[in-house]
């Protein structure tokens, strides 16, 4: 029977963003470089996850927990473990405490931030050792630029990883002829978070990185904010109280401005996006295609896009459910 040859002249690319804590959609990435054969795992921003879930000691091996407003009463280990699965597979982090301690934490805001900071520090350094124990023995790397959300101090961890490679604000060559630029700041929302900055800081920082390119038509922008009015950062507008306006029914765009301008300048062959979970889909500014694959990770669904880039062009792509 004859064998399948691996076409040599094409680079394929398996993207996945905005993951935000989800151990399931986690574990699909790492695995979605074999699932796919594809040839690079790249991973737009958004890692860590948004609240921690307290687990309240009632006495003996009980605990009470409230998850997206409903009460659960776990009683023995089987329902802690199944317990904390559920958890951590909507991106939140377990929390084992008493009433006291959460009384004292009611009043102390600084301590809730420090033991947030401490537990999602704790599941990026699993997932790092995760990737690094999955990958071994193969020549997969995870090209990974945090994102918007994502605290500072994850890039130490990622930096240490062997097989997650920190590319932030860097080129890195994907192969002879792609080369790829990666950043997961954005541009300011209403949440203050912790790597966004005014479209003119965003413009410096996007020349600081074409400006190296050798071959910018030929290039890969992993940019984890959307260009502005591309349908792909569609997000519900929301008023001085961060209300979503009619229901959630006023869509606004919420892109960057400078990302656009330097798409319509530069004219890269692909630019992935992530940042509105809600604008997954694809479209083109001028001869660059854009893609935002979306992201449900609370449901554990891995959303992604497969991109194969020949010499000069996309050969093809889609994007992927699983």
């Known amino acids: 029977m004859a064998q399948h040859k691996k076409d040599l002249t094409v680079t394929k690319l398996f993207f996945a963003t905005d993951i935000h804590g989800s151990d399931i959609c986690w574990s699909k990435f790492l695995n979605a470089g074999k699932f796919y054969e594809a040839d690079q795992l790249i991973l737009g921003g958004d890692m860590t996850g948004k609240a921690v879930i307290p687990f309240i000691h009632q006495g003996g091996n009980n605990y009470k927990v409230t998850l997206l407003e409903q009460e659960f009463q776990i009683t023995n280990d089987d329902e802690m473990t199944d317990m904390r699965k559920r958890v951590r597979s909507r991106g939140y982090y377990p929390y084992l405490t008493t009433p006291d301690e959460m ?5 102390n805001p600084d301590q809730v931030h420090k033991i947030f900071l ?3 520090l704790k599941v ?4 790092m050792d995760l990737a690094d124990k999955k990958l071994d023995g193969s020549d997969m790397k995870v090209l990974c630029s945090p994102g918007n959300d994502d ?8 930096r240490a990883s062997r097989r997650v490679l920190l590319v932030e604000g860097q080129v890195t060559q994907l192969d002879a002829h792609h080369e790829m630029i990666a950043s997961g700041w954005s541009n300011r929302t209403p949440w203050d978070t912790h790597r966004e900055e005014d479209e003119d800081q965003l413009a410096v920082r996007y020349e600081a990185m074409i400006s190296q390119l050798k071959d910018p038509r030929n290039a890969i922008f992993n940019i984890h904010v959307p260009p502005y009015k591309s349908g792909l950062d569609e997000a519900p507008e929301l008023d001085k109280d961060l209300r979503p306006v009619l229901a959630g029914n006023s869509m606004i765009p919420v892109g960057s401005t400078a990302l656009r301008a330097a798409i319509e300048k530069s004219q890269p062959l692909l630019s992935l996006h992530g940042h509105i979970h809600e604008g997954r889909g694809t479209m083109r500014i001028g001869k660059t295609l854009c893609i935002n694959p979306g992201s449900m990770y609370e449901q554990g669904t891995l959303l992604g896009a497969i991109v194969a880039l020949g010499k000069n062009k996309i050969e093809n792509f889609v994007l992927t459910s699983g």
Do not use: G, H, R, Y
């Not at 009384?103 to 009043?107: D, N």
């Not at 990026?124 to 997932?127: F, L, M, T």
């Open 118 to 120: 401490q537990e999602v």
């Open 151 to 158: 605290m500072d101090e994850v890039d130490e961890i990622v």
């Open 103 to 107: 009384s004292e934490l009611e009043k």
């Open 124 to 127: 990026v350094q699993q997932w």
